[in-house]
Each structure stands twice: as C-alpha cells, then as structure tokens.
C-alpha cells in the first residue's frame, strides 16, 4: 500500500515563494511517476507538473511554466514543488498524485492521492 503526505502549504504574499514536499511510502513508491494538482472549491482537480519515476522528463501547465519547478529524490520517493513569483490566481488546495504509469497521472485516471495543503497568495 502506498501513502503519500504533502507539506509545505501556507499563506504568502505575491511575488513570494513557496516549497512544497511531498513523502511516499511503500514497497513500490519509488517506481511511481507523481505531479501535483490543484483545486479551487467549484472546480476540478487541475494539473499542475508531473516527473517521470526516474526524474525526467517533466510537465507543466502553462500558467506555470516559467515560474514552478518540480524535482524529485528517486531515493527517498520524494517530489517537491518550488513556486516563485506567486500570483493570487495560484490559490489552491495543492495535492500530491502518485500513479505507475506517468501518462494516466496526467490523465488522472486512479491516482493515488494525499491529504491536500493549502496555498493561499494575498496581501
């Protein structure tokens, strides 16, 4: 059984920077692809950036390229989620999606999910 906990989430001021991790555990979490997606209450979930199992190649959404940046520690399943230059439309529950198969995390088809942190940008 896989688990997956994000942390890092809170409230910062735009231009600022957040990081955000997130931990997977179990016999297998290290041959998984994860991303992030976002969500805004009323909304679907929506992709943010995903890494292949071997930490390339990588995705983002075009409202963040430029500014986000996903890596990964193969070694300690471990993704994290650097985000400059926060913008208020950045305000999200973010969540860690882990998925054996890197095009289906994309499609969000069965992933297995985390609790959720929440981003805010305001001043």
């Known amino acids: 059984q896989v688990q997956v906990v994000e942390s890092g989430g809170g409230l910062v001021q735009p231009g600022g920077s957040l990081i955000l991790s997130c931990a997977a555990s179990g016999r297998t979490a290290v041959n998984y692809a994860m991303g992030w997606f976002r969500q805004v209450p009323g909304k679907g979930r929506e992709l943010v950036a995903a890494i292949t199992w071997s930490g390339g190649p990588t995705y983002y959404a075009d409202s963040v390229k430029g500014r986000f940046t996903i890596s990964r520690e193969i070694a300690k399943s471990t993704m994290y989620l650097q985000m400059n230059s926060l913008k208020p439309e950045d305000t999200a529950v973010y969540y860690c999606?882990?998925?054996?198969?890197?095009?289906?995390?994309?499609?969000?088809?069965?992933?297995?999910w985390g609790q959720g942190t929440q981003v805010t940008v305001s001043s």
């Open positions: 999606a882990l998925h054996s198969s890197y095009d289906q995390l994309r499609r969000n088809l069965n992933n297995i």
